[in-house]
């Protein structure tokens, strides 16, 4: 399975707890809850599920979808 924006969203949602719809891609999901303990999380599913090269830093810095499809490898 490849990773697009669509399932980077779902991921995000689903370590929130919330609907993929109300998560937004070009805003920081610091403000949707997440914290380093989920955001860990995605980078070890998107590892082992995607053999994404990405480091916690990587995403910490900008903590966006729009920001974080570049750095998984997502094509528009």
């Not at 980078?43 to 729009?66: K, M, Q, T």
Request: proline content about 7%; overall charge negative.
């Amino acid at each position: 399975m490849t990773l697009t924006v669509r399932r980077i969203r779902e991921d995000v949602a689903d370590v929130l707890g919330e609907d993929p719809a109300d998560i937004p891609d070009d805003e920081n999901l610091v403000d949707y809850g997440l914290d380093s303990v989920r955001l860990m999380s995605l980078v070890e599913r998107w590892r082992r599920e995607h053999g994404a090269d990405i480091s916690f830093v990587d995403l910490a810095e900008r903590p966006a979808i729009e920001a974080w499809a570049p750095l998984l490898g997502v094509r528009p």
